[in-house]
């Protein structure tokens, strides 16, 4: 049974700093590309960043050069570093694979940047 846990969310103040988890099992992490995505208040779903097995990373612009997306494959857990958070990045955020055919996607974590 494959199952991604999302955890780190909050309340932060804009310019602070967030570490967001996902700790995956049931599947084979360490062959497995993760993605962070995020949805806002009216908005859809958007990617956030991937890293792929072998580390290589790709980000939205608009987060580009303050998230950064790392992986653990002893853990089996993939990060996401917020850096200067904005009220833009409100969001709840999703941790999400793609495995043996299928998607699968953690329950969220709400991460809400405001003064």
């Known amino acids: 049974q494959v199952q991604l846990v999302e955890s780190g969310g909050g309340l932060v103040q804009p310019g602070g700093s967030l570490r967001l988890s996902c700790a995956a099992s049931?599947?084979?992490?360490?062959?497995?590309?993760m993605s962070w995505y995020r949805q806002g208040p009216g908005k859809q779903r958007e990617l956030v960043a991937t890293i792929t097995p072998i580390y290589t990373t790709n980000y939205a612009d608009s987060v580009k050069g303050r998230f950064t997306i790392s992986r653990d494959n002893v853990e089996n857990t993939v990060y996401l570093r917020m850096n200067n958070l904005n009220p833009e990045d409100t969001a709840v955020y999703y941790c999400?694979?793609?495995?043996?055919?299928?998607?699968?996607w953690g329950q969220g974590t709400q991460v809400t940047v405001s003064s």
């Open positions: 999400h694979t793609f495995y043996r055919g299928r998607y699968y």
């Open positions: 049931g599947i084979s992490f360490s062959i497995s590309a």
